[in-house]
């Protein structure tokens, strides 16, 4: 049980790790569509690409 308790500690504390990461990266992307692009705006990022994408139309599906 020790053994699965410590693993898990270090799992949360690089999870922690990698989002402080994330936040301190996407501000500069966050600021960039707030200049940029109106409120329906976002940036997908993948392994082979970066895009912009604007919604245009939306209509829920309920």
């Given at each position: 049980?020790?053994?699965n308790a410590k693993y898990l500690e270090q799992n949360r504390k690089?999870?922690?790790q990698l989002m402080?990461?994330?936040?301190l990266i996407s501000?500069?992307?966050i600021k960039f569509l707030e200049?940029?692009?109106?409120?329906?705006?976002r940036i997908v990022i993948d392994?082979?690409?970066?895009k912009v994408v604007?919604?245009?139309l939306g209509i829920p599906n309920n």
């Open positions: 049980m020790k053994k690089k999870r922690e402080d990461e994330l936040e501000g500069p992307l200049v940029n692009y109106n409120p329906h705006t392994f082979e690409s970066v604007t919604d245009v």
